[in-house]
């Protein structure tokens, strides 16, 4: 099979530039979910909140396997293209949901997006002789900063729809402007790209489904579980995490979000470089080794701890002579105080990366 690497590189392309839309169409609850109850316009709780993130992302998954296999049939192309367009439909009626369900419902149809990397994989590889491919679908994960953009542009658009919160039922125009995204991307996807699929005889099925007999595909697709679930926990779960638990507001948590989303996504081509020079299961598992390590971060919540620390003793007996605020005197000997600043009393209006303390006695 000659490669056409002219085309190979403009397919990988579109396929990243949209990946890239859905998965920021995926991730849309991390902003509007936590704008929609910090504003009071829907009285939903953390565990309702907790459906409407976690429902697209289920759908998202659950849908791969079929996304996956009908590209395999019927190639990127026309599969992609109409999943673009099948996701705008839910979103742009995501606009008129005025209670929980038919919010859930909507969530539950726009999360089809998350299928677009089953699809894009697909896709991408067919163009790419084998010693390439961990390159180029390092390249197409770097769509996954898409949830970055979201995050990013997020707030400040519902802050120019919302006329800086004054018109807060301006929210309803976003999910219209992530439909016509989707659309405008539908089009451009069907007229810049060239079907193709899987070389060899046309497979039924039950063929395609051989490969779920492998140990091997269900313990990789462990590691794919506890590696990308955690990513996409994190970016969905650090927005109301930062405005809950920190106060901070929803441009400052979505700033921080993205913090996090972007490397994750950029990162990606050079994994896949690594993955074709040393071997993927050698860089996958230093990857999961690693991400479990700085994970274990995160265990320890914001707190505030008072301990019992370094005091002072005299050498011997004696009687107090003199006090002070800075030194107490016995026997004619100084013994200095460390005495409580109240530097700490303004910490929820800052921004601290490491842990701080204060000592006194």
């Known amino acids: 099979m000659e490669f056409q690497s002219g085309q190979a590189n403009k397919t990988l392309f579109i396929n990243t530039l949209a990946f890239t839309i859905c998965f920021g169409a995926w991730m849309l609850n991390a902003i509007l979910v936590t704008f929609l109850v910090d504003n009071q316009l829907f009285n939903w709780t953390a565990v309702e909140m907790g459906w409407l993130m976690g429902i697209p992302v289920l759908t998202g998954a659950i849908f791969r396997l079929p996304a996956g296999i009908l590209t395999d049939k019927y190639g990127g192309k026309p599969v992609f293209t109409g999943l673009l367009l099948v996701c705008a439909i839910p979103m742009c009626l995501l606009s008129y949901s005025n209670s929980f369900w038919t919010y859930a419902l909507c969530s539950l149809g726009f999360g089809l997006a998350g299928t677009s990397f089953a699809i894009g994989i697909a896709f991408s590889s067919v163009w790419f002789p084998k010693e390439k491919q ?32 004054t018109n807060p039922v301006g929210w309803r125009q976003m999910p219209l402007i992530y439909a016509g995204c989707l659309v405008v991307m539908a089009i451009i996807f069907f ?14 099925i039950p063929v395609l489904l051989n490969p779920l007999k492998s140990i091997r595909v269900w313990r990789f697709g462990l590691y794919y579980f506890l590696v990308f ?30 913090c996090f989303s972007i ?20 860089v996958m598992y230093r990857v999961l080794g690693g991400s479990m390590i700085i994970s274990m971060a995160l265990l320890l919540p ?4 008072y301990s019992a620390g370094k005091g002072f003793s005299a050498p011997q007996s004696g009687t107090i002579t003199a006090i002070s605020s800075d030194f107490i005197t016995i026997n004619d000997q100084p013994y200095p105080i460390v005495a409580k600043t109240f530097k700490l009393e303004n910490t929820e209006d800052e921004f601290h990366f490491w842990p701080i303390k204060e000592t006194w006695q």
Do not use: H, Q
Request: aromatic share 12%; hydrophobic share 45%.
């Open 134 to 165: 961990g390159t180029a679908l390092g390249i197409f994960g770097a769509g996954n900063a898409g949830a970055a953009i979201t995050t990013l542009l997020g707030p400040k658009i519902l802050d120019f729809l919302t006329d800086g919160k």
């Open 191 to 204: 007229l810049s790209t060239t079907n193709k699929k899987p070389s060899g005889e046309v497979r039924s």
């Open 229 to 258: 679930g955690c990513f996409v926990a994190f970016a969905g779960w650090l927005v109301p995490y930062y405005t809950n638990v920190y106060g901070f507001d929803l441009a400052t948590a979505g700033l921080l979000a993205s």
């Open 263 to 282: 490397p994750s996504g950029v990162i990606r081509a050079f994994g896949g470089w690594l993955s074709d020079k040393f071997g993927a299961r050698a």
């Open 302 to 305: 914001r707190m505030d701890i």
